[in-house]
């Protein structure tokens, strides 16, 4: 089939950019009104990590353009398993509402080899498709209180964390950190700020980077009597803490 075109200049394919650039533009400014329903559970994987798996079901209404899409619903996920990393989190909530993604969660429990983080609560909010931020972070561990920050990158898997941690049971936290039981009591602390990327233990320790801190109020030895095995004991509950953030 062969037509006359008007005069037009498309020595330069101008003609065509403008046709692309306007399909492009109609596609982002395209409105969305649609449900996104899963009414039971299912199950996949945790993008990224092909080991894991995570079950999950929720409703999401999404509003808004493609290009600034609106979220908002619940997604109930009642456990995820990440064996290369020794991680297992049970019933997380997540509260949409917002561009993107956006919200806040709660998550019941987080046990990451013998380390256990109990009621835990937080915001997040991802930018630009790449980094998912967790805010305001709190929850319960070894009988203390937990806080602060984490972020994700989607695209380089960088992680970095400002974490602080107050009020810990020492016997407690070192049995499940390094499993030495009745090594040490007293209130344990903690202040971590590093970066790490990676999707298993031994990658995330290998790109680690930044500092750590802690310290332990009245404490008191108790199995631990010699000096190279209270340093053993330290070494390995740091290590344990930077790994579990």
Not at 61 to 80: F, M, R, Y
Not at 223 to 230: A, C, E, H, P, S
Request: charged share 20%; net charge positive; with cysteine.
């Amino acid at each position: 089939v062969y037509q006359n075109l008007p005069d037009a200049d498309i020595t330069s394919m101008d003609y065509s950019d403008k046709m692309l650039n306007a399909a492009r533009n109609n596609a982002k400014n395209q409105r969305l009104n649609m449900r996104l329903s899963v009414p039971t559970n299912i199950n996949m994987v945790v993008p990224g990590m092909p080991k894991s798996n995570m079950r999950l079901r929720g409703d999401i209404d999404i509003t808004g353009t493609s290009a600034n899409p609106h979220l908002k619903g619940l997604v109930s996920i009642p456990s995820i398993t990440i064996p290369d990393m020794f991680t297992e989190l049970t019933n997380l909530v997540a509260n949409l509402n917002g561009p993107i993604l956006k919200g806040n969660s709660t998550l019941e429990k987080l046990k990451f080899g013998g380390i256990v983080t109990e009621n835990i609560a937080c915001e997040f909010l991802m930018k630009n498709y790449s980094i998912v931020y967790l805010n305001n972070i709190l929850g319960d561990a070894f009988d203390g209180k937990i806080s602060g920050n984490i972020s994700y990158g989607l695209t380089d898997g960088k992680i970095t964390a400002n974490m602080t941690g107050s009020g810990m049971n020492a016997v407690k936290t070192i049995e499940g950190a390094a499993g030495m039981k009745n090594a040490l009591s007293g209130t344990l602390g903690f202040k971590a700020d590093i970066a790490t990327k990676g999707v298993t233990d031994d990658e995330m320790m290998k790109h680690l980077t930044g500092k750590a801190s802690f310290d332990i109020q009245n404490g008191k030895f108790l199995n631990v009597g010699r000096f190279d095995k209270l340093l053993y004991a330290q070494n390995i509950l740091g290590n344990a803490i930077l790994k579990t953030l």
